[in-house]
């Protein structure tokens, strides 16, 4: 019998946290045969609501569930956590300057970022989802320096499953049959979904979605904006935004980090940027990734065209100018 893996969710009284937990606790997000101990925390406000998902998580009588821990208070959240999914954050309220919201952010992630340090398992995998989920990440990183840089990442796979479920769409193919999308850059509307390595697996063999869609007017427009608009088509019909499908989204990135992707396909994640691609060193940037052995590697020596190259550039470019704003809510 595995041990139990204690996955941390902030965040957890709010709507992505309520789509989550269930999830990891299904193994959904660590597998079948690998029992959990949910650590769950939000902020005193939420509280009550917490305890009522902690109610709830009980009353679901999860086999694999060995424990759910739900606290306001950040050390006992964090203590002894081996995956830590960051979903709490400072939304951004109607009139508020981008400025007031990164503030609240980076001070939410300067502390969070001390409490993992101290008290989470060694080897501890992070990935950031609350936006601005790159900055965030890369504050926590700042923050927690004697974690691995490697350990820190931030969600973006949710872009990139939207990606892969357009094309599916465009095509009329199974979305399983659609892989190796990659998002370049932010998690926001700089994001650049790429298609130019994408493939679909048909009945005559692996295909490149370029030849399939025939279509380059779509693909270079209405697939890119479509994409990076998602999440506000998802509010103006939902008035929430995303939250199965960020769930989800998460699930699969961890999962992919802990067990592996399989042979020939790449995911995207945001990782802490070497500069490969010629991209903004010193930031967390989304690349696509494969992992193996618990660890993530950036696919290396893909074409960049010169219409990529541009939105590649434009993306970083935004992600400097957050790092920038994020350190001057520092000082
Ligand atoms: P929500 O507002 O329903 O839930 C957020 C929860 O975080 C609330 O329960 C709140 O009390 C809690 N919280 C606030 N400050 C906290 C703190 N310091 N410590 C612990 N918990 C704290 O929001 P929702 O819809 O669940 O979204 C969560 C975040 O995820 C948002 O920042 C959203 O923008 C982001 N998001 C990111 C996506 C991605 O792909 N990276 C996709 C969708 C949402």
């Known amino acids: 019998v595995k041990e139990p893996v204690r996955v941390l969710v902030t965040g957890a009284a709010g709507q992505i946290g309520y789509a989550l937990v269930p999830m990891i ?38 086999p694999l569930l060995k424990g759910v821990v739900a606290t306001t208070d950040v050390v006992e959240a964090c203590t002894g956590v081996n995956v830590a999914v960051m979903v709490g954050g400072f939304p951004r309220k109607e009139g508020m300057e ?23 398992a060694p080897n501890c ?41 357009q094309i599916s769409e465009k095509l009329n193919v199974q979305v399983s049959d659609v892989k190796n999308v990659i998002i370049w850059g932010n998690h926001s509307s700089s994001q650049y979904p790429d298609v130019n390595h994408a ?29 990076q608009q998602r999440g506000a088509a998802i509010i103006k019909a939902r008035k929430l935004s995303s ?40 930031v967390i940037y989304s690349f696509p990734v494969t992992c193996k052995n618990g660890e993530w590697t950036i696919v290396q020596g893909l074409a960049i065209d010169e219409f990529s190259r541009k939105k590649l550039d434009l993306t970083g470019q935004e992600l400097t100018e957050e790092k920038e704003l994020a350190y001057s809510c520092l000082s």
């Open 98 to 120: 981008r400025k007031d919201v990164m503030s609240k952010n980076v001070s939410i992630y300067k502390s969070q970022a001390s409490a993992l340090e101290q008290h989470a």
């Open 199 to 227: 493939t679909v697996m048909t009945p005559s063999g692996e295909k490149p979605v370029r030849e399939l869609v025939k279509d380059d007017a779509w693909l270079n427009g209405e697939f890119i904006t479509t994409v």
């Open 243 to 282: 939250a199965l499908s960020a769930a989800s989204a998460a699930c699969d990135h961890i999962r992919d980090w802990v067990l592996g992707t399989p042979e020939g396909t790449w995911v995207s994640m945001g990782v802490y940027s070497d500069g490969s691609y010629n991209a903004p060193a010193g």
């Open 125 to 165: 995998k992070v990935l950031v989802v609350a936006n601005p989920a790159n900055t965030n990440a890369l504050i926590l990183k700042e923050f927690a320096p004697s974690i691995p840089a490697k350990n820190i990442t931030c969600l973006t796979r949710l872009d990139h499953n939207r990606a892969l479920g």
């Open 25 to 62: 606790a299904r193994g959904v997000m660590l597998g079948a045969d690998q029992p959990v101990i949910l650590h769950m925390l939000d902020i005193p406000p939420a509280a009550e609501a917490l305890n009522g998902v902690k109610m709830e998580l009980v009353d679901a009588a999860f």
